[in-house]
């Protein structure tokens, strides 16, 4: 009988050592990972913001931006330029992250005054509609399951999303980052399945032999979207998954492209570290190889903060727009972000439209103050300057 009561006793004590483990790990993943990479990203930015503009050689010439109305002052001349014409042009509204689960779900289905869905996109709705093509990144996989609970990284939102997805004007989202396969391949094909009912394109998912492109035509101009995540995401018994920054995808997906007889391109990379200023050296080569093989465009996601942008041969690479509708309220560079509108004429981008956002109540952003403009543009000027 006591050896019997000595193994049970092992047993129990395995298991609480197993359970504190484990929790220990929730509360460093989940609470002080994000405050060190935080306490990083602000020395960063305090670095930026001791140094004046004339030292990061800001260029205050070019057209001003339109920026909810607010004049932005010393932007940078490639930030500036309009080249507008007569012509037809095509409207394009670029956001960067959206996550659906977590509090983001929670404080949508709390609300009374309007269709829970719809609540993160109410206030950008009218900007998202417009555009002849509006494009994001989609950092949930859409299945029907148990409710996420704060802190968890393992997203799954609601089928109903879709229709909100399609009612707040989205016409492609980006598959293709490390959340996707969080429900596995069902959770993936449930989502491509779901979008696809709904009109809505997605890209990013693919393998040596699928292209994961997204091809549309708008008034005579064919655009083609290419979607990439940083290699070494998790592509568990996925046939299909999302396509790394690789060389050898971005070559094939691109020829892909120009086979088919694109006018523009655009890239999007899922890349970089997580709360960074700035985008790194692997960001760097992957989006200017991009423009190197025929890209017109690069936009970026991930880092969950604003990240620099250049001009690079002519064409603009926003390393990251930041969170677009996100849960990380807890602080101010994760709430945040940036939307695009961008003038396209001529298989040419003539006009940006900078759209700074905050997100509230964990889950809906809205049009930034002019104050907060300022905030956000300082990022994308201080470390574009940095760049160049």
Not at 2 to 27: E, T
Not at 279 to 297: I, S, Y
């Amino acid at each position: 009988m006591s050896k019997f009561f000595r193994s049970a006793s092992f047993i129990i004590s395995l298991a609480v050592i197993g359970f504190v483990g484990w929790l220990a790990g929730y509360f460093f993943v989940s609470k002080i990972a994000p405050e060190l990479a935080l306490n990083i990203e602000n020395r960063n930015l305090a670095r930026l913001e001791s140094q004046s503009a004339s030292s990061l050689s800001l260029d205050p010439a070019g057209i001003t931006p339109t920026v909810l109305g607010e004049k932005i002052e010393n932007e940078p001349a490639f930030l500036n330029e309009d080249l507008t014409t007569a012509a037809s042009p095509i409207k394009i509204f670029l956001a960067g992250d959206i996550m659906l689960s977590r509090w983001v779900e929670k404080r949508a289905l709390a609300q009374t005054s309007t269709d829970p869905f719809d609540y993160p996109f109410v206030n950008f709705q009218n900007q998202i509609a417009a555009a002849d093509l509006a494009f994001a990144n989609l950092e949930t996989p859409l299945i029907a399951g148990a409710p996420v609970s704060d802190g968890a990284m393992i997203f799954r939102a609601s089928p109903s999303w879709t229709p909100a997805l399609k009612s707040a004007g989205f016409d492609a989202l980006s598959l293709a980052n490390n959340h996707i396969l969080n429900q596995k391949q069902a959770g993936l094909l449930k989502t491509q399945s779901l979008l696809t009912e709904q009109g809505i394109n997605n890209c990013g998912i693919g393998n040596t032999s699928t292209s994961g492109t997204a091809i549309f035509t708008i008034k005579d101009l064919k655009i083609g979207v290419a979607c990439f995540t940083y290699d070494g995401v998790k592509k568990i018994g996925a046939t299909l998954a999302p396509l790394g920054t690789t060389a050898e995808n971005l070559k094939r997906e691109l020829a892909y492209l120009k086979d088919q007889q694109v006018d523009f391109i655009i890239v999007s990379m899922h890349s970089g570290a997580e709360y960074a200023a700035t985008a790194n050296p692997a960001q760097t080569q992957f989006a200017r190889q991009a423009v190197d093989l025929g890209a017109d465009l690069v936009v970026g996601h991930h880092p969950h903060v604003v990240q620099n942008m250049e001009l690079y041969k002519g064409k603009y690479i926003f390393y990251s727009l930041g969170n677009f509708i996100f849960d990380q309220m807890w602080s101010d560079a994760t709430r945040r972000g940036l939307a695009l509108v961008l003038t396209v004429e001529d298989a040419t981008v003539v006009a940006i439209e900078y759209l700074p956002v905050v997100i509230e109540n964990y889950s809906q952003p809205r049009p930034a103050n002019p104050a907060e403009s300022d905030w956000i543009l300082k990022r994308l000027k201080w470390a574009a300057a940095l760049g160049r």
